[in-house]
């Protein structure tokens, strides 16, 4: 009997043992620097969302942090860094939506996004905008529908990467508007930009980030956004939903990532603090600046589905093509 017993207290302790660390984490959490991988070069939409989220949420959290950029392999790069450090939420990374619901379709890769990654907080959301060179024959959409049907095989469109969102609104506006608009990939927004600004390729569906300081220089021209609502940085371009064209309303958002092996009360503890960072006038400003919106916060449920949503349309969009992964 007392054999009995003493074997339960034995399990009892060995289970108490187990539970005592994780608890001992998560409220002696953060216990060493944070590392924040930024998922992008340096200067890229990533490492200048990170660097301007990483002070104050370091703050909130009464540590210190860096901020490491890491290019390459359309974010595997970045996602292999987080994987291979300790699940104990002190390495956290900034990255975009499109590392989820866009990069699987894009490029065959090792690991599983969709399985490796757990959204922490959405930090700012951001759509695309159809931009053109300045000599190009439309002043709005209908004309560059009109011109395009005028001129059938003659147009071409670039995209910051094939597969990308930039490919499928191209993809979805030949679809709406009955057009044959031809998809010219480029590696990243900078030499797709270049070229439009060239004149070698005439139109192209960007973030509005990158291209919002080209349209104010006046080196390229904008017809329409993929946002819900105006931009406020680009109050005087229409929305595709206004113009008719609702099927090309997308936004992608830019959000501070773990693996799913962080434990919860970690995970809610940094939620909580970047949701106060969010708060901060200072913060919101500069992501406004920077062509994003903040909006109230949605929940990791919410973030997860939007995910899986983004994922199975862009996917069926690509299918219709038969677009495959390099």
């Known amino acids: 009997m007392s054999h009995s017993f003493d074997r339960r207290r034995v399990l009892a302790a060995a289970a108490l043992s187990a539970f005592v660390p994780l608890a001992a984490r998560a409220q002696t959490f953060p216990s060493k620097p944070l590392r924040v991988i930024a998922a992008g070069p340096a200067g890229a939409t990533a490492d200048l969302v990170a660097r301007l989220i990483t002070e104050p949420l370091a703050k909130e ?3 210190t942090a860096i901020v490491e950029p890491k290019p ?20 956290l990374m900034v990255a975009v939506s499109s590392l989820v619901s866009e990069v699987p379709h894009m490029v065959k890769l090792r690991v599983d996004m969709r399985k490796e ?58 679809r709406a508007a009955g057009i044959d608009l031809t998809h010219v990939g480029y590696k990243g927004s900078s030499p797709a930009l270049a070229d439009v600004m060239g004149n070698h390729v005439p139109l192209m569906f960007d973030g509005i980030g990158t291209s919002l300081p080209l349209i104010r220089g006046g080196k390229i021209k904008a017809f329409a956004v993929s946002t819900p609502k105006r931009s406020p940085v680009l109050p005087d371009v229409p929305t595709f939903t206004e113009l008719g064209h609702p099927k090309l309303q997308a936004m992608a958002w830019m959000g501070l990532w773990c693996t799913p092996g962080v434990p919860a009360a970690v995970q809610a503890r ?20 920077l062509g994003f919106d903040v909006g109230p916060p949605r929940s990791v449920d919410a973030l997860q ?4 949503a983004d994922y199975e349309r862009v996917g069926a969009v690509l299918q219709s093509i038969g677009f495959k992964p390099e």
């Open 61 to 63: 959290l009464g540590q």
């Open 72 to 91: 390459g392999a359309a974010g595997a790069i970045a996602v292999a860094d987080l994987m291979q450090a300790p699940h104990d939420g002190h390495t």
């Open 117 to 174: 990654l757990r959204p922490i907080a959405e930090l700012a959301a951001g759509g695309l905008v159809l931009v053109a060179n300045p000599s190009f024959p439309a002043k709005n959409l209908a004309e560059l529908i009109a011109y395009v049907k005028a001129n059938p095989g003659k147009v071409n469109v670039a995209s910051y990467s094939p597969g990308s969102l930039s490919h499928v609104l191209g993809l979805l506006l030949n």
């Open 270 to 289: 940094v939620r909580e603090a970047a949701i106060k960072v969010l708060a901060q006038p200072a913060v919101r400003e500069r992501l406004l600046e």
């Open 305 to 308: 589905a939007g995910l899986k």
